[in-house]
């Protein structure tokens, strides 16, 4: 608690000290101890004479032997200030609290011994609700999805948590803005066509899922920052793979590879001089939030985590990502939750949106909505597109083929 020494002398002024008060005539104190302080005269002046002094203690010698035969009547409403040791006062001190906490306690057992009255309309509802089964629910309980990873170093349980709120910081720092406008030789749709290419050769090479999120992202950034024309779209898409290669992949392809798989569309000088280009714009920066990196946290508090629900959900945020109004519209974390939300509704999945998703995806139900239709709108229109890259790598049996599943009907943004 933050404790600071406060000027108040300016907001509340001091009041000036007032003369003291007259007393009443004829009212008579308690001498104190043994100073002889007793005075029954009003506005007696101070004499600094013998005589008089003299004279003063002879009229108080007398009113001495007056008062001890003469009983005084006060006043009820007078106070009779006693001054008393400081053990005599530690004693009553401690009297005093043990009457309180008696007469607390008295009070507390006749409150306690009242019965709570409720109303006819009350006991009749609960008896209805008990009867129906209707009774209050415990509250769901969060889950905590780290402790099957608490003796496994490579997890970093102490960390994780502390990490994945540092995403959700600078998630928006990264964030792609809404570039067609100005992009006046590429559309949304051939944005979606490169898209498509990128999956089908990340597929090829058998690469690692993050290799290929953040290859988009690394795409969408530059074309943000830069105006292409179209020829260079493909070289850019290449350039960025390799990129996105170097960092994630521990056996990266070689720049002869993506020359091969583009059927010589461009050499290999063109390509490294575009992926320096591609670096200067993104000021080396490739350490980003992709959905990736939140589908992995997301899909894990799904509690139990299986197969069928990682594909699903990875086939639902992949065609999310072919759309560059899905890209522009919403933040990685919010995509990657909508799409673990989709794929419960696809899967048909009793739980629902569970107080553990909630808590660790930071997101309700109701505000993944939007975008979670938006994903399951795609998923139905995929079967008759021309651009089959996603859904022919979620058709296969090694990812469950869960493209094949029919999209959710309570969930399919009607």
């Not at 980003?288 to 946290?297: G, K, M």
Request: hydrophobic share 40%; glycine share 4%; with cysteine.
């Amino acid at each position: 608690m933050d404790f600071r020494v406060v000027d108040v002398s300016s907001d509340f002024p001091v009041k000036p000290l007032e003369e003291p008060k007259q007393k009443k005539e004829g009212v008579n104190r308690r001498a104190l101890q043994e100073i002889g302080n007793l005075v029954n005269f009003q506005n007696v002046p101070i004499i600094k004479s013998l005589g008089a002094l003299s004279l003063a203690n002879d009229h108080g010698a007398d009113n001495k032997k007056k008062n001890k035969n003469k009983v005084t009547i006060k006043p009820e409403h007078e106070t009779i200030i006693i001054i008393s040791s400081d053990d005599e006062e530690a004693e009553a001190a401690e009297n005093d609290k043990f009457n309180n906490k008696k007469k607390r306690n008295l009070s507390g057992n006749k409150s306690s011994r009242k019965k709570k009255a409720h109303s006819l309309t009350y006991v009749l509802t609960t008896r209805s609700k008990m009867a129906c089964g209707l009774g209050s629910k415990p509250k769901d309980e969060v889950m905590n999805i780290d402790a099957v990873d608490a003796n496994n170093e490579l997890a970093v349980v102490e960390y994780v948590e502390d990490i994945y709120k540092f995403y959700k910081v600078v998630e928006d720092e990264n964030r792609v803005s809404n570039y067609m406008p100005w992009q006046t030789h590429i559309n949304e749709k051939m944005r979606m066509i490169l898209v498509d290419w990128l999956v089908e050769v990340h597929n090829k090479f058998e690469l690692l899922p993050e290799t290929l999120y953040l290859t988009i992202d690394i795409v969408d950034r530059y074309l943000s920052r830069t105006v292409v024309c179209r020829k260079e779209l493909q070289l850019i898409g290449i350039s960025s793979m390799l990129l996105a290669c170097k960092y994630e992949e521990i056996w990266a392809p070689e720049v002869n590879d993506f020359i091969c798989i583009s059927d010589n569309a461009y050499t290999k000088e063109e390509i490294l001089v575009m992926e320096k280009e591609i670096l200067g714009k993104l000021e080396w920066n490739l350490t980003v939030a992709t959905p990736y990196v939140f589908l992995l946290r997301f899909i894990k508090a799904t509690l139990p985590a299986d197969k069928e629900m990682e594909n699903m959900a990875f086939y639902l945020a992949e065609t999310g990502l072919l759309q560059y109004q899905m890209v522009v519209s919403f933040c990685p974390s919010l995509i990657a939750a909508a799409a673990v939300c989709a794929a419960f509704h696809n899967l048909g999945r009793p739980r629902g949106w569970t107080e553990t998703l909630k808590h660790y995806t930071g997101y309700s139900e109701e505000e993944l909505e939007e975008c979670a239709k938006l994903l399951i709108k795609y998923q139905a229109s995929a079967k008759e597109s021309k651009l089959k890259g996603v859904h022919r790598k979620f058709s296969s049996a090694v990812r469950g083929a869960v493209a094949l599943l029919p999209p959710s009907k309570t969930l399919d943004g009607q």
